[in-house]
C-alpha cells in the first residue's frame, strides 16, 4: 500500500510547524518542515550564492545550522528565493521522497497540499489573524531575548504573507480538499487535539 501523507499549509506563525510535530509524534510518522529548505537556500544567498545553484545543491547537512536558518534574517531572505520558480523545482524531488517514505510522512510548508503531495491522505490548511500570528511571534522573539517591536514584527508578517498569497508559482493557497483550522481562538493544546483528531479519522 502506498505510505501514508499528511500535508499541512499555512502563514507564518499559524500554529502549523508545533500541529505538524505533534501529529507526528502522535501518528509516528517522520516530519519536513519545508521551509527549512528555503531558509538554507535564503542564507546561501546571503552569502553571495546563487539561490539557484544553492537549491541543486542542497543537502540535508545543509539544514542542520537550525540556529541561523531559524531567525528573522533568513525568514526573509527564504521568501525572496521561493518566488523563484527554478528554486521551487529543484527542491521537488527532496519533498516527494520524504513523503513516500515507507513509514509515512507529515510535510508543513506552503504547496505541500497544492503542489508537492496533491495525492496527500490527509491535507490541512492552519490559519490564524495576522493580529495573532504577528503576537505569537513577538513572544517567541522576546522569550529569546530579540527586543524587536510588535509593530515591526506584525509588518514582517504581512510583508511575508504578501510575498508568499502574491507570488506567481506555487503561491499560499489551500488545496480545495483541505481542511481549515484556524487557531486564532484556539489554545496550542485545542490547535493540536482539533488536528490530531481529522488525522487520526483518515488513517
Ligand atoms: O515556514 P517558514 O516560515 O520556515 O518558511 C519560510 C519561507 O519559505 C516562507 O515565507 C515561504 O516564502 C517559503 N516557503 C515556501 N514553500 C514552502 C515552505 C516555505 O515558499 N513549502
Redesign the pocket.
Known sequence: SEPFTVAI?GP??SG??TISRAVAARFGLAHL???????AV?VRMLDGIDPVEAAQALTRADLADEGRLRGAE??QA??KV??IPEV?AALVDF?RAFARRAGGAVL?????GTV?CPEAEVKLFVTASAEVRAHRRYLELRAKGDETAEEAVLADVIA?DA??SE?AA?P?RAAGDAIRIDTSHLSIDEAVETATRVVGERL
Open positions: 499549509d507564518a506563525a502549523k510547524g518542515d519545508t521551509g527549512l529548505l528555503y531558509r535564503g533568513a525568514a527564504a521568501s521561493a518566488v521551487r519533498q508543513d510548508g506552503r504547496d505541500i508537492i511575508r510575498r508568499d507570488r506555487a499560499l
